[in-house]
């Protein structure tokens, strides 16, 4: 089975819809698309279920039907005893899929109404192809109940194309969502699979693209971006054998007041692991020994206000603001220090809400990088609104303040001038705290040593979490702390 890694690009329900219309110009009827569709997901069956006998398809009446027939009659074929539980009658169907399903017929394949008096709870495994793509708004209270009913039963579960009941353009989940061990998507990855709850509900993630020339693809505008490491590389080739430290940028990191001084040495020490030459903080005094003690290449400082701030930012390059910076009257003067200041910016955490508070105005030299719950804020919306529609909250941020736009979260999402990217690695160790603050530092380095920042924000929030990836692969993801990632961070950025 010609399963590949999940491409770099990744498209909305009706992109992927015109992915399989152009590829129907290009040669490949529906019909054959969903032959090979559906042999795609029976050959995952058997590999990942072996010892399988009696699988159970449910079969929704569109394409993504079509695809769960071709399932069942591929293993009536191979000997097997499948059984469809079908969502509509087979002839109430139409086009490629009522074929398909008159061919599951004909194979002898016995199929059985769908519904809550028929819940498949002997069957070892579920082949679900119910809804697919096409779902949109919520689901009618009825379709609710069927799904709630079947993820209650806690089988094994493969989805076909995308679990039944999750948005494939959001992530969200549009009343319940019957969730998968592992997904099986095709020609092009639904974004929504990759945010919100997307990865809680697909399990594993698996993809073919059936065979459709890339030159389909290409002809798709705007998709969304998946950085890889290869992206990483081209942006930051091998350093120059005469380069120096003021070849590659300072960063002045501004935050920590009293009793928070632990967020903004994460951040310059974030900064100084990602590349950047040179790194200074601007915190209160009495944070200056302890991070000297910690990390004595950051040139720490202690400041009592703006006229105290204005040398050290004469001599920076990008500025990172908002780590443990408070929202009394000392962050307060730093902080509007720093947007009169003219810097490139990387702006977090109390900062983020005193934006909100202020209302100010767009700006293109900046990179915000929110939480759920700041983009609320910012947004004047709540966090519940913002995941419901990740990409359009990350949108409307960029938007509303200009820059670039990063909301965090599972399925990191970014937006910029160029367009939007999401970033797929990461992993569970990364919920606890200070994983933000390094983040910022990253993003700061990565401008300091000339990434533009939409650029600098994905390939940050990438190498990012891959460097929580590489800590947790080798130590476990629970315990896992935001300084343990400094090191792996470091061989991220530079493994070629």
Known sequence: MPLRSLPDRLYSAAQTRELDRLAGDAGLSGEEL????????????????????????????????????V???????????????????????????????????????????????????????????????????ALSEDKRALILALDALRKPVLAVDVPSGLAADTGASTGAVLHARCTLTYIGVNRG?????????????????????????????????????????????RRARDGYKKTYGHVLVIGGDHGFGGAPMMTAQAAGHAGAGL???????????????????????????????????????????????????????????????????????????????????????????????????????????????????????????GGTALLKGLGTLVRGAEGTALISDGNPGMGSGGMGDLLTGVIAALRAQGLAPYRAAALGAMAHARAADRAAARDGERGLLATDLLIDLRRELNDY
């Open 71 to 137: 399932v069942a009659r591929l293993a009536r074929e191979a000997g097997l005893d499948p059984v469809i539980l079908q969502d509509k009658p087979v002839e109430a169907m139409k086009g490629d899929a009522l074929t398909m399903a008159r061919r599951a017929r004909d194979a002898g394949v016995p199929m059985r109404p769908l519904s809550l008096d028929s819940l498949p709870k002997d069957a070892p495994v579920l082949v679900d192809a119910l809804l697919g793509t096409g779902l949109s708004g």
């Open 193 to 237: 699979l990759l945010t919100g709850i997307g990865p809680v509900c697909t399990g594993e993630l698996l993809f073919d693209d059936l065979g459709v020339d890339e030159r389909v693809h290409a002809r798709i505008d705007a998709p969304v971006w998946r950085p890889t490491p290869a992206d990483l590389r081209r942006a930051l080739p």
């Open 279 to 401: 790194v200074s903080l601007a915190t209160r005094a009495e944070h200056v020994a302890p991070l000297l003690a910690r990390q004595p290449e950051i040139m720490a400082r202690a400041v009592d206000g703006a006229t105290d701030l204005a040398p050290l930012l004469e001599q920076a390059t990008v500025v990172a603001v908002g780590p443990g910076l408070g929202r009394d009257a000392w962050g307060r003067a730093l902080l509007e220090a720093a947007l009169d200041s003219g810097l490139p910016l990387v702006v977090d955490a109390d900062a983020l809400t005193l934006l909100a508070e202020w209302g100010v105005d767009a700006r293109d030299d900046w990179v915000l990088t929110p939480h759920p719950g700041e983009a609320a804020r910012l947004l004047g919306s709540d966090t519940g609104a913002v995941q419901a529609d990740r990409f359009a909250a990350v949108e409307s941020l960029a938007a509303r303040y």
């Open 34 to 69: 969903m032959e090979r569709a559906g042999r795609a997901a029976f050959e995952l069956l058997v590999q990942r279920w072996p010892g399988l006998s009696r699988p159970v398809v449910l079969c929704g009446g569109g394409n993504n039907g079509g695809d769960g027939y």
